[in-house]
């Protein structure tokens, strides 16, 4: 017990570490923490919140997740749809730049610290596969194109804000001529640059000598080369001074850890935005985590996952940011630039944290419109139109969830979208779940062998139904199977024998064996049997402990075959009985 | 579409109807009418309304019911854990007696009518599937168990009032000293009489002579014969002014029809307590109507009661009445009595009206005591405990979700136990659901069937794994196929061959599909091949659409048989040409 207690505080990779993975490891950490730190202004930004917070909630957090998550390589840091989420959640709390906003971030990151924490120690990590994936895919997806439209106004140096669509779109419109050129100027250059070394810069780059994985690594860090230039853009002409908006001064130093408090009110009111973000975070976390598990053959456990990005979020919480979760763009360049184990991610906390004390005065110059720039390339990147052609294609049902989270996103905002996405994926597999695939079959004359008699050319009898079974039966599709027997037993009269052929029943749960219970119960009152055939043994040894087995009006029978022959034979011998 | 709306307004019971019909249906209206007069006037005291609030929710509900439900011989009206309910919802919104407390009471069958029908319309019927019997078995067992508590304080004449267990026992033991001697003498004089003719009644009537179907009939009518004595009793000595507590006056009159208005705060306070009390009603009243239904090969259409019960409850809502739903003792009686179409329900209400016409003056001196009695033998009928004994023998995770939800309602009263319940209930089935049984199979020798290595004696080859999915495949559970994937990846490193047997795969959504193909991506990194066997026709010509079965790595076969066979020669083969 000890023993596995010490095994999940100290992470495996530690005992093994040597100094290859150490140097594997710093060279990831440095080019993680270069395009981390212009990523933290921008969700810094994204999330209203000052730029120095999001340096913070990627220090302390990286440290918490290494040592408890289970991914060797997954980096934990604010991320473009919690920023937004968290953006939203706090709308309704207190304006931006206010102390409230501050403590409501904390407050947020704290809730769903606290929840994650629970829920993974509770082994509630399968509660996450609830969540479609395309459910997931359609909020991201739109979620996305707000963020983008979101950061429209930096660029344009304008104030257009708005939580959905036809607010950003209507805001956009009215203000666009307030724009300021030299914002729009720095904006579309940086946009363009970092379109341009997106769509050709590894060609290029390999090209001019590199290997393809130097060039994909050196085509990562162009919003650093963004950012020095347009720094140096504005600082040489004075932009500021002609209505440039600039990130200005941040504060040096490193997160002052403190507990965090909070009232009771404000928990009340951020319970619920605490909870989507947890829910957001962790599927989209999970999800990265598993895919470059894969690639490594590691595996994800998903509620040790759970228990470290709870961790990261209260030591986010503590060091006074946001709400923090596993990101996918710093995750891959972090695999790409070689990372090993977990130390890659403490590395790099400690270059953030470095940074925060040394570099932040470097920053002062920043035009707020590159930082959007950064935003809208690398959120653009996450929306996948295609899968809405695909889903079409492949199941309308799907493809309804889909676009109806899409358009609750964009219509109402991201809150919306994200429990409308959950209540559609519940209503879903609800609904899928609620009725078990049930077959009427007959046998292939000349075998042994049963088979619907939608699809086959099969023999039947009809005084004989043969129901095959192909689920579990539990209660919430129990009375499902009562009803088609009641439907079938109405069209087809001369019915006076219903086989259930269990070949496929992993389970029968209380409630289903009190929906056989009450249909035996008829069948006897009506002159009928039900008959059971193929019944796996778990399932016949809990049957046996209850009286339903005593009781069964008809037959038990190990095959179904041997059920229909020899119901065939009764009937055939009590024909011949009535002749005379 | 005319036709079909129009069958749909007027019951198909109206077509047929003749004059025996009519003499049936009389006579069983008569004695329901007889019946629910004192069960009106008791479930009123229950809720905390005035009696005649109960009378006019017997009358026009159960006209609507008859006009748009399924159910020929369904009952509608308040019962006990809706009117239990009912006074748990409104205490937090006004004092009993008080004009507030009705209107609560009238917005509660409002919003509940509104939800009933709209979830009938949309056809949402089979929602309520998702409610595990074995739960709904134990939220009503200890809702009668506080329900006879609560009215402990009538039969003793004290004020001992309480939600919970706790404090309704605390409250009737520090009060019990103050109890009034007539009030208990009435009371238990009734609980004494009622117990015994339902214990003894029907035995006694029938050796006097009587057929078992009258004396089942007659024994019903106890509550009236106990009703009428008391009254008698409490007007000769005058015990009103003894301080036996009694209804008083009952204004005599019809119910005043009028759209009923509120106050949207008010509807955000009772949204919660309205869908609950829908839904417990729900699902007790098509219980009832499933159970009476099967008795007289009549289809209970879920839809379409909720419909009915929607409408039953809007009409309540305007003649000023409570929610109200379909009752298992009213039911039964109107059963027993030989209704043979909703037509007695029509002249039950008719008779009600005429009863709040003309009857209620002599209700007076009717003592509050006597109708706790009714209430408490009516509900003890209600508390199964065998299910407890039943459950643990079968099924430990049944049992423990019953025993909580028993404990949530005793231990903190209806609304949450209901609550606890369905979320009890949802988990539940969430965590069945999130794990398909998965069963790796290996070739039963001599024979072409494959069976599970884990029952069988079966051969198996390092090189291959073969996996039977035994359900189908969602979104709720492919990610935990693809773990068990791994892990049999993990522990077996000879397996280059993985072979799904999909004979039970049903259905494989998008979201599956998306894990299929990530599988078929990584084991081709990997050298892996995925191979699929005994795939359904529908599932195929569906996979077939997707570029995903062009990409296989492996093969698509037929049979697991030639699967198998195949696969072994060619690692035969190759085997072979690597040897020299």
Known sequence: ????????????????????????????????????????????????????????????????????????????????????????????????????????????????????????????????????????????????????????????????????????????????????????????????????????????????????????????????????????????????????????EIPTGLPMFAVPTFSLELVEILLIPAALISIIGYVESISVGRTLGARRQERVDSNRELVGLGAANLSSAFSGALPVTGGFSRSVVNFDAGAVTQGASIYTAILIALASLFLTPALYFLPKATLAATIIVAVLSLVDLSIIRKTWRYSRSDNLALLMTICATLGFGVETGVSFGVVTSLALHLYRTSRPHIAEVGLVEGTEHFRNVRRYEVKTVPEILTLRVDESLFFANASFLEDEIFMKLTSQPAIRHVILMCSAVNEVDFSALEVLEELNRRFEEQGLALHLSEVKGPVLDRLHRMAFMDRLSGGLYFTQHQAFTDICARLHSSALSEKP
Request: hydrophobic share 55%.
């Open 1 to 248: 017990m000890a023993k596995h207690a010490a095994s999940f505080l100290v992470a495996g990779w530690v005992k093994h570490y040597n100094k290859q993975s150490f140097l594997s490891d710093l060279i990831a950490a440095v080019i993680v923490a270069i395009m981390l730190i212009p990523q933290s202004l921008a969700y810094a930004m994204l999330a209203g919140l000052p730029p120095e917070v999001c340096l913070y909630a990627s220090t302390a957090p990286l440290i918490a997740y290494a040592l408890l998550g289970t991914s060797s390589t997954l980096s934990v840091g604010p991320v473009a749809i919690t920023s937004l989420m968290t953006s939203a959640a706090l709308a309704e709390v207190a304006q931006q730049g206010t102390a409230g906003y501050l403590t409501g971030a904390i407050t947020l990151a704290t809730l769903s610290g606290i929840m994650l924490l629970g829920f993974g120690l509770l082994r509630l990590g399968f509660l996450a596969n609830f969540l479609s994936h395309t459910v997931v895919s359609a909020f991201i997806t739109a979620s996305a194109l707000i963020i983008a439209l979101s950061q429209v106004r930096h660029v344009l140096g304008i104030e257009a804000e708005g939580d959905n669509l036809f607010e950003l779109v209507h805001a956009i419109g009215i203000q666009s001529s307030d724009a300021n050129l030299y914002t729009v100027l720095i904006g579309l250059a940086t946009l363009t640059f970092l379109f341009a070394v997106r769509t050709w810069g590894v060609g290029v780059l390999q090209k001019a000598g590199l290997s393809a994985r130097t060039a994909e690594l050196a085509a990562k860090s162009a919003p650093v080369i963004g950012v020095i230039a347009s720094i140096l853009v504005t600082f040489r002409f004075e932009l500021a001074d002609r209505g440039v908006a600039i990130v200005g």
